[in-house]
């Protein structure tokens, strides 16, 4: 091993790190480029061969701010994070209520699952087609909120509980509780099971 280290000037130590060069002729032949793509608080490490000017380094690691000030300042492409499973399901547990108060087939046609069962609060039980004919009558409650919400996720399988408070059609307050089983499938979380009950 020939030749000695040299210690960059004050001038050019990162957070009170000194950098040291070694280099060999194969390095100094790309040094530039070798120095500008390594990180501020790199340790470039070779073999002393040939002597290497401060004012190399200088400019290699100015060509290095350059490039990591063009790359941070360039416009990247923005996108919309996913929502998390918590999100969305609140997000599907909401239109579910919503759903129920305003008699919305359509949006029920869409988050309920092929195999949906329901348990209504007479303690009868619906498949998918009963529960969607009994949604297009009138829900003979009124302000219809959910309170308490827990949801609980275990993969691609969750269960809702909440709370219910309405209004019955003779003006009386009600409430009563449910709770929606939903399943992931085929990407999309959909509605598998009910049980309500009213008091």
Request: proline share 4%; aromatic share 8%; glycine share 6%.
């Amino acid at each position: 091993m020939a030749g000695s280290c040299a210690q960059v000037p004050e001038s050019m130590k990162t957070n009170g790190e000194a950098w040291w060069i070694r280099t060999t002729d194969s390095l100094l032949k790309r040094q530039e480029l070798y120095l500008a793509e390594l990180t501020p608080h790199a340790c470039i490490i070779a073999y002393l061969g040939k002597g290497f000017p401060a004012a190399t380094l200088e400019g290699a690691l100015s060509k290095q701010e350059d490039h990591q000030t063009t790359t941070e300042g360039r416009d990247m492409p923005t996108t919309t994070a996913p929502k998390s499973d918590l999100e969305r399901l609140l997000e599907l547990n909401r239109d579910y209520i919503t759903s129920v108060q305003t008699s919305d087939v359509r949006r029920f046609d869409e988050i309920l699952a092929g195999d949906f069962l329901c348990t209504n609060p007479d303690a009868s039980m619906v498949d998918r087609d009963s529960f969607l004919e009994q949604t297009a009558r009138p829900a003979g409650i009124t302000n219809l909120e959910a309170h308490d919400v827990n949801v609980r996720i275990m993969g691609d399988f969750a269960i809702i509980h909440a709370r219910t408070t309405y209004t019955r059609a003779d003006s009386q307050a009600g409430a009563g509780r449910y709770t929606d089983v939903w399943a992931r499938r085929g990407g999309r979380w959909l509605a598998v099971s009910a049980h309500v009950t009213r008091a």
